[in-house]
């Protein structure tokens, strides 16, 4: 599948259908229904359908088919987008815990695991989240300076990226920090 001629998208939608929207998975036939008062985020269109994501926990992604013109009658665009001068949703903070969360512990799991191969204990690499002036910063606390953990730096960075996208917060990296900016 080549979507070279695709349309950025990259906004975020409200179902104000009653009837909700259909989310189809891509390949697999399956289709997730999108209730009244549910976000899509839209990463592109083509073909006459677009691609997106729900906005809720599970982050279903897929194909959303809408008669021409029926995009207004069906969903309607989000005007409550974070703003440099407004506070950063907990939605917002709670997808960035969860996503640092979620490597600490494959972190742990992987030196867990190292450690019981070699017999050699060391202290895995944790990741910290702080709110600064409505920006956040993840900082890495490991035994040895960031400039090695560049990789995974870049990778932490990849996957916040990806639970944000929609919202209009961007995320700049460095070895040992992200910060995420409004």
């Given at each position: 599948?080549?979507?070279?001629?695709?349309?950025?998208?990259?906004?975020?939608?409200?179902?104000?259908?009653?009837?909700?929207?259909?989310?189809?998975?891509?390949?697999?036939?399956?289709?997730?229904?999108l209730k009244t008062g549910d976000r899509l985020i839209r990463l592109f269109r083509w073909n006459g359908r677009t691609y997106g994501r729900a906005d809720r926990n599970d982050g279903t992604f897929g194909w959303i088919s809408l008669p021409e013109g029926a995009t207004r009658a069906a969903t309607s665009p989000r005007r409550d987008r974070p703003g440099p001068d407004r506070a950063p949703h907990a939605d917002i903070e709670s997808r960035i815990r969860s996503t640092v969360n979620e490597t600490n512990s494959t972190l742990r799991r992987l030196y867990e695991f190292l450690d019981s191969e070699s017999g050699i204990h060391r202290?895995?690499?944790?990741?910290?989240?702080?709110?600064?002036?409505?920006?956040?910063a993840c900082l890495l606390r490991a035994a040895y300076p960031p400039a090695p953990h560049a990789e995974s730096t870049?990778?932490?960075?990849?996957?916040?990226?990806?639970?944000?996208?929609?919202?209009?917060?961007?995320?700049?990296?460095?070895?040992?920090?992200?910060?995420?900016?409004?």
């Amino acid at each position: 599948l080549s979507v070279r001629t695709a349309e950025i998208l990259d906004d975020t939608l409200e179902v104000i259908a009653s009837r909700g929207v259909a989310l189809s998975a891509p390949g697999k036939g399956l289709s997730t229904q999108l209730k009244t008062g549910d976000r899509l985020i839209r990463l592109f269109r083509w073909n006459g359908r677009t691609y997106g994501r729900a906005d809720r926990n599970d982050g279903t992604f897929g194909w959303i088919s809408l008669p021409e013109g029926a995009t207004r009658a069906a969903t309607s665009p989000r005007r409550d987008r974070p703003g440099p001068d407004r506070a950063p949703h907990a939605d917002i903070e709670s997808r960035i815990r969860s996503t640092v969360n979620e490597t600490n512990s494959t972190l742990r799991r992987l030196y867990e695991f190292l450690d019981s191969e070699s017999g050699i204990h060391r202290e895995p690499p944790q990741w910290s989240v702080e709110r600064v002036d409505g920006t956040f910063a993840c900082l890495l606390r490991a035994a040895y300076p960031p400039a090695p953990h560049a990789e995974s730096t870049a990778h932490l960075a990849k996957r916040i990226e990806g639970r944000l996208l929609g919202t209009g917060y961007y995320v700049q990296q460095q070895p040992g920090r992200i910060e995420i900016h409004p």
